[in-house]
């Protein structure tokens, strides 16, 4: 197998675990129907349905082949890095405390409290009549 090869399987293992499973309706409702008729080893049946679903409408992924390619990248990873990937949730009242502090809330966008600095155009086309405008001028 080729250097390139092997890169594009890396990067389809890394856009794969990157995908966001939780937020994607129709694997929703295909995994849940699935877990409600099978209780044995959810974790590996979650897996093997994440892989299919991915295989199917992105980039095909044998399960082997990503189980290997795991084990060898989990090696040199460190567990806790698994959690930083997620956000973190606060309850309203975390939220509250934290404004009334002054705190910088993560992952909230700041948005300038200015407008458009451009110039604005011209107008090219004479304004249409209101229609209270258009019986005054029959």
Known sequence: MSAKDE???QDSYKAFE?????????????IASLLASNQDNKDQLILK???FYYSKF???????EY???KDENKKGLNLNTENTDKPIRFTFQEIVDMIEKGIEIPGIKQIPNTL????P???QMKARPK?????KEK
Do not use: H
């Not at 992105?58 to 082997?64: A, C, G, K, L, S």
């Not at 229609?131 to 019986?135: L, M, Q, R, Y």
């Open 116 to 119: 458009n600095d451009g110039t």
């Open 18 to 30: 990157s995908y966001d499973f939780d937020n994607d309706e129709q694997f929703q409702l295909g």
């Open 58 to 64: 992105f980039t095909p992924i044998q399960y082997d």
């Open 67 to 69: 189980m290997k390619w």
């Open 121 to 123: 155009s011209q107008p």
């Open 131 to 135: 229609p209270w405008e258009i019986n």
């Open 7 to 9: 890169q594009v399987r």
């Open 49 to 51: 349905a994440k892989l």
